[in-house]
């Protein structure tokens, strides 16, 4: 269904079926010739119906849109297949435009593979093909319109700069429209969930980098910030104070459980608290054991470089210990 949330702007909720997110909201800006779409939704039927029924009552034909994607995940990504059938200009920033593309081959998931040794899932039998991003992505490449910070995009009366915004992904982009101060920030700051900060090896400290792209939207003039999940945020200094919190607590509990020894990510992330609906690790969802291990993993390594643990690479998988 879409629902208008500002003047010529309009949210769809998708639908991501059996998966916590829930949904991906989906923004459609009306323009006169042409409207903005920001991401898509899964590859996946459910979501396809469930994006095209909201452009239907919006009366969108596809062919005349644009599409910006936010951020590599298969939830904002998975679609731009069908959009670029459609002749659709798609805009990417080009880090995640490139791992987009690169996530449409399998040597890329062999390679991410390596992470669950890295991680020490090997000994939770996981592999690639449970993952999200894997089922749900695009199958073939997409030419990009790749944008920089500052590129300009006007859609109706609507002008908007893109934000470099890394730190939930290594190349992370939004959109700002300072005349009538609008945010449309992905994953970079949600409500009542908390965005996944996971470990991408290329940038290891990503949790330094997310907290830094926190600290540069805190300085912006925004009325109203539109996330991609849940709720619309009105107050978004009040909403990084707690992101910053949840991850500064994120940190002492992760303090708290190397007292017990040396662990891997895995180790720690079994021990850490989720609010995900199970009884115990081995009661975790195989998707959720990667996002949970890789998110102790991007904590574990900002400890690494504050000073407060050590870092021991052994037998392929990285073992942490206070110093
Ligand atoms: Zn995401």
């Avoid at 994006?51 to 969108?60: D, H, M, Q, R, T």
């Avoid at 939830?75 to 459609?86: L, P, Q, R, T």
């Avoid at 991003?133 to 073939?140: D, F, S, V």
């Avoid at 805190?218 to 978004?236: C, E, M």
Wanted: proline share 3%; charged share 30%.
């Amino acid at each position: 269904m879409a629902i208008k949330v500002f003047e010529d702007i309009y949210k769809i909720e998708v639908v991501l079926p059996k998966n916590p997110l829930k949904a991906i909201n989906v923004y459609v800006i009306k323009g006169e010739d042409k409207s903005l779409i920001i991401d898509t939704g899964f590859n996946q039927e459910e979501c396809i119906d469930s994006l095209f029924k909201g452009l239907e009552e919006l009366n969108i034909d596809i062919k005349e849109t644009e599409l910006f994607i936010t951020h590599l995940h298969s939830d904002h990504s998975g679609m731009a297949g069908i959009f670029k059938d459609a002749g659709v200009k798609i805009y990417a920033g080009e880090v995640d435009g490139k791992y987009i593309n690169n996530m449409t081959s399998l040597a890329y998931w062999e390679e991410f593979d390596k992470f669950k040794i890295l991680f020490d899932l090997e000994k939770d039998k996981v592999t690639f093909s449970e993952h999200p991003g894997y089922k749900y992505c695009l199958r073939e490449p997409v030419e990009f319109t790749y944008v920089k910070e500052g590129y300009g995009i006007q859609v109706g009366k609507y002008f908007f700069e893109v934000v470099d915004i890394p730190g939930h992904t290594p190349g992370h982009i939004g959109l700002y429209e300072r005349n009538h101060k609008l945010f449309f920030g992905g994953d970079h700051i949600l409500d009542k969930i908390t965005p996944n900060i996971g470990y991408w090896g290329a940038e290891e400290n990503i949790l330094a980098v997310y907290f830094n792209s926190l600290a540069k939207i805190y300085s912006f003039d925004i009325d109203i910030l539109f996330p991609a999940h849940r709720n619309i945020i009105t107050d978004h200094t009040r909403r990084i104070n707690e992101l910053i919190l949840h991850h500064k607590e994120r940190l002492n509990e992760i303090l708290n459980i190397l007292k017990d020894g040396e662990l891997t990510a895995r180790d720690v992330a079994s021990k850490m608290k989720w609010s995900i609906r199970a009884k115990d690790w081995d009661d975790f969802p195989n998707a959720q054991k990667w996002f949970a291990s890789s998110e102790a993993m991007s904590h574990l390594v900002h400890l690494y470089y504050s000073g407060k643990v050590d870092k021991i690479l052994s037998d392929g998988k990285y073992l942490f210990r206070l110093k």
